[in-house]
């Protein structure tokens, strides 16, 4: 099956030939040249990376991944001519996967776009064989055995309720779990009106490490006068 890869870059001449050289490790390539092409692109085809220049014509390249985090989970390189460590960390917390600068070797592109969907490819292959124990959504990764947790290979360090309630939001991904339900199955007591005052605190603790927001939520979402979900 043919790996899809989305090549978004207004300078036609780099775009052509990132696509060369793709190509000749038999990627099927899609250019696009600005911003909303490229998320037309993403509604329509199947893809399985995506390199996104930064400085696009029509929308920065920092929107156009955050727009493709909101449902997609596939590997995003970050492409840009600026060096500044405050847009490495943008491009990262928004979701990018990797960050490249301008110029660079075709060569070192290739690697870093091997070396995510061989992550991805081991990821998905924990995830069938054990699939009991490990949950991965996005570039979080949940391990129960190990108990250890990571977000784009960034291990996260979370106390063990922390821990529970983060297993129990993911095992029931894209569905609501309200709060009565979180705090029993986490604390293995009876819910009581305070309990949800429990839950706030160590959500928000959670989320903090987790570089998520209540406002504009990555990962974990509030569901008014119900609970909290995480969407898979």
Not at 14 to 31: G, H, R
Not at 76 to 83: E, F
Not at 210 to 216: F, I, L, V
Request: proline share 3%.
């Amino acid at each position: 099956m043919a790996i899809n890869i989305l090549v978004v870059d207004d300078e036609e001449a780099i775009a052509d030939l990132v696509e060369v050289y793709l190509k000749s490790e038999n990627y099927n390539v899609l250019k696009c040249y600005n911003g909303k092409d490229a998320l037309k692109c993403v509604e329509k085809e199947d893809i399985d990376l995506a390199i996104l220049d930064v400085m696009l014509p029509d929308i920065d390249g920092f929107d156009i991944c955050q727009k493709i985090r909101e449902n997609y989970h596939f590997p995003v390189i970050m492409l840009t001519a600026r060096d500044e460590n405050i847009d490495k960390i943008t491009g990262l917390t928004i979701g990018a996967d990797d960050y490249i600068t301008k110029p660079f070797q075709m060569l070192e592109l290739v690697a870093r776009v091997k070396a995510q969907l061989r992550r991805v490819t081991k990821y998905n292959q924990q995830d069938v064989k054990m699939n009991e124990n490990v949950i991965i959504i996005g570039g979080l990764v949940v391990d129960k055995e190990n108990h250890e947790c990571t977000i784009n290979d960034e291990p996260l360090s979370l106390t063990p309720t922390e821990f529970s309630i983060l297993w129990v939001l993911c095992k029931n991904r894209g569905k609501v779990v309200d709060s009565e339900k979180l705090f029993e199955e986490v604390w293995g007591e009876k819910y009581f009106v305070n309990s949800t005052n429990t839950i706030m605190v160590h959500i928000r603790h959670l989320r903090d490490k987790m570089n998520d927001s209540a406002e504009n939520p990555k990962y974990i979402k509030t569901v008014w006068g119900v609970g909290y979900k995480i969407e898979g």
